[in-house]
């Protein structure tokens, strides 16, 4: 008869309570008990009223081969009652997650939160990369832009200043002629 140590549900809807019994393994959750070796309340604030144990009894039922539940286990371990079963448990737990760790993959799901955050992270990184590299693209673009226009109001300054030059100069010229003409325009007047 193989014999199991768990926990069998009592209370009312939304304000469980729990028993920890020896059952044998094939009895249905709140089946025929074979022992009962104490309870715990999850809704009791008092940690010390929260659990209830009889730990030579649970101890009598784990020498005899009797297998723990994985809650029933950790309530044992906090009392301080080490078996067998916690430390096999640990050591696959352990084993499954180096070979999680060597296929590459996540172990449980904070490792693939944590995963995801960092593919995220690395990606809005590229992307911030790329965004500023493309406005320093436009900013050199607009330097460059703003350079030539420069050097073309430059230039047409120039231009303007030269345009300006001349006409003075033909307007000096001009007057020029025109004295030199007025004088011989007198001149055949006067024929």
Request: net charge positive; aromatic share 4%.
């Amino acid at each position: 008869m193989a014999v199991k140590l768990r926990m069998t549900r009592m209370g009312r809807r939304h304000r469980p309570f729990f028993r920890i019994n020896a059952i044998e393994s094939r009895e249905p959750r709140d089946g025929r008990i074979l022992e009962n070796l104490g309870h715990y309340d999850p809704i009791e604030k008092d940690p010390t009223k929260q659990i209830k144990i009889n730990l030579e009894r649970a101890k009598f039922w784990l020498d005899n081969g009797a297998i723990p539940s994985d809650s029933v286990s950790q309530i044992l371990l906090r009392h301080g009652l080490k078996h067998k079963y916690a430390e096999e448990k640990t050591l696959r737990l352990a084993k499954a997650k180096a070979v999680a760790r060597a296929k590459g993959k996540p172990f449980n799901e904070a490792e693939r939160i944590a995963i995801e955050k960092a593919a995220k992270a690395a990606e809005e990184k590229t992307k911030a990369d790329e965004e500023a590299k493309v406005k320093a693209e436009a900013d050199a673009k607009a330097k460059a832009a703003a350079q030539e226009k420069a050097k073309a109001e430059a230039e047409a300054a120039k231009d303007a200043e030269v345009k300006e030059e001349k006409p003075e100069e033909k307007t000096a010229e001009k007057t020029e002629a025109e004295e030199t003409k007025e004088p011989q325009a007198k001149e055949e007047d006067g024929k």
